[in-house]
């Protein structure tokens, strides 16, 4: 071995990446990586190693001729080049159309890792492994998987206006909580607390996904648990990140969606009818951190709730509040996140009641307990 680590002997070199595919690169097994290499430069690799002939005998010189790349066969190839495999050198999106064994080969991880450490070059085109042990028929590579473009949300819930994107590839097997790893990690954006500060909204209509950014139809949240199979290539994925309490693009998307859906009780011309939809407030006492007095203290703490007009009468309204827990699923839209509840309680003016969380309340006046601009604690 030479003294940068690299082997130079041809026929060492192919009895390591021999030994790495007669081993663990014989066998498929889920969510281990793969990479694409050249079948042009893998051809070349070949007739310098003799790879294919497994002999114990001193290698004889090959013959020589002009290779596509101006290496002639049977010298030591120039380093790693896969660009015949990409429509352009600033992806690593394999082109359409390509034939495994004819125009590329698969090399597991390990075989990749010893091929660079010798010769470098690439770009490297890692891959992975989907499908389960239970069904290892349905193993298999996956050369295509999605190529996705993350925008970040500024202060203000917008997209911020010099994001040019950040291109990632996932794979459709891929959570959205090993996503959002990926592109924090890439963003360099990684804190302890940054995974749980951070959620990625997509539109999953195809023609919404090619309106504007700043448009703020269809848009829905991925949830963490779900994976990535109905997310479809090409899509436009936004990084929200919170801000204390609050969380800016559902702001945005929550005032806009109340605009067209919910009543404002304090506009004069309204008139309030069983099935409307508001903005409802309860309030409780709670022990806060005081920064000035260095200690809990209790203080009066407002909750608002988006809420559906159940009964109505001279100074009573009937209101079902929306805050249940959250319905499970792949991704969640605004609608879905302002769901209905599934108890409805009475607001009396000047009477106290109890919220569906069995908090005491009091209703002193009906304009000052709705408010069309008010923020879900629970979205």
Known sequence: ???????????????????????????????????????????????????????????????????????????????????????????????????????????????????????????????????????????????????LTVFQVDDYGNVEPDDRGLQIMCSTSETVEQVLRNVLTNLNLRHPDDLHAVRLWYRPNFELDQTALDSLEGWEQLEREATLED??????????????????????????????????????????????????STTTEEQKWDHYQRDYVWKDVVYWYAATVAEVEETRLLVQFHNRPKPKGKSLSTATLLEEGGKAEPIEVGKSYESLDSVPAMAHDLESRFAPDSMDPET
């Open 231 to 280: 997310v479809a290539d090409g899509a436009s994925i936004l990084l929200e990140r919170s801000r204390g309490e609050t969380w800016p693009f559902f702001q945005r998307l929550r005032l806009e969606y109340k605009r067209q859906n919910f009543k404002d009780p304090r506009n004069a011309d309204v008139v309030l009818e069983v099935g409307d939809k508001i903005d409802a």
């Open 1 to 147: 071995m030479a003294e940068d680590g690299r082997i130079h002997d041809p026929q060492q070199q192919a009895q390591e990446i021999r030994d790495v595919l007669q081993g663990v690169g014989a066998s498929l097994r889920p969510g281990d990586g793969w990479y694409v290499l050249s079948m042009r430069w893998w051809d070349l690799w070949r007739d310098y190693t003799l790879y294919d002939k497994q002999t114990d005998l001193p290698a004889q010189p090959a013959p020589l001729s002009r290779s596509w790349s101006g290496t002639t066969k049977g010298e030591r190839p120039s380093e790693i080049d896969n660009s015949d495999l990409l429509p352009r050198p600033d992806c690593t999106r394999l082109q359409s159309g390509l034939v495994e064994n004819q125009d590329f080969i698969l090399l597991h991880e390990e075989a990749w890792k010893k091929l660079h450490s010798w010769y470098g070059g690439g770009p490297a085109l890692r891959r992975v492994v989907i499908g389960s042990l239970e069904n290892r028929a349905q193993l298999r590579v996956e050369l295509y998987p999605l190529c």
